[in-house]
């Protein structure tokens, strides 16, 4: 899932770097096979990304912006899992994934 103007695809194209006075909650209902859910988005800082899911799911940063595991950071491997954005995410993208099977959600379009 990337962050940035519109949609979700895991990546968070943040626009802004100082806190939202008035943060939103993101919410990603359905982070499933097939994952049909928006592939862009854009968030700010303060943001709140939320992850649900039903069955065998996790949900992990890649800084490399691409389904490769060097240096994935874990954000969740429960249902509800979620993440703040903060001040260094600001004008940055961010990919998110699924990681199940060793990458495997990601390659087949968990993003």
Known sequence: MLFKNTTLSLFAALALAAKAANAADIAVPEWVLPYEGAKELEATVGDVITFDWTGGHNVYIH??????????????????????FVDADAGTSMFFSCDIGNGAHCRVGEY
């Open 63 to 84: 800084p490399t912006g691409d389904c490769s595991l060097d240096g994935a950071i874990l954000v969740g491997s429960k249902t509800g899992a979620s993440y703040t």
